[in-house]
Nanobody, 126 residues
Framework: QTQLVESGGGLVQAGGSLRLSCAAS????????MGWFRQAPGKEREFVAA?????????YYADSVKGRFTMSRDNAKNTVYLQMNSLKPEDTAVYYC??????????????????WGQGTQVTVSS
């Protein structure tokens, strides 16, 4: 069983930065598809970013965060990160880390991920 624990959320002013971390226990993440999703109040959980191994790591980003957010991983620490720059009030949400051990699904559907963290709140003030 893989357990994921997010950290790094908080309150930041528009234009600021935060780095979220997702630490895994139980299994190594190196071959998993890893994703970040977010859910704002009253809205569905949406895809933010993902990475998967295909001879090298391939990264995917939602259009709304492309150029501002960067996903990375440290296999030695079994941790993935989401660096968020130029934050906007519309980025306010609970951010979730997710893992797909099969690697066979899409990277953007919540249903393709078997393991989820508890979420960390990100609030961007205007």
């Amino acid at each position: 069983q893989t357990q994921l624990v997010e950290s790094g959320g908080g309150l930041v002013q528009a234009g600021g930065s935060l780095r979220l971390s997702c630490a895994a226990s139980g299994r190594t993440l190196s071959s998993y598809v890893m994703g970040w999703f977010r859910q704002a109040p009253g809205k569905e959980r949406e895809f933010v970013a993902a990475m998967r191994w295909r001879g090298g790591y391939t990264y995917y980003y939602a259009d709304s965060v492309k150029g501002r957010f960067t996903m990375s991983r440290d296999n030695a620490k079994n941790t993935v990160y989401l660096q968020m720059n130029s934050l906007k009030p519309e980025d306010t949400a609970v951010y979730y880390c997710a893992a797909d051990p099969s690697g066979g699904g899409t990277y953007y559907r919540t249903a393709d991920y078997a393991f989820w963290g508890q979420g960390t709140q990100v609030t961007v003030s205007s």
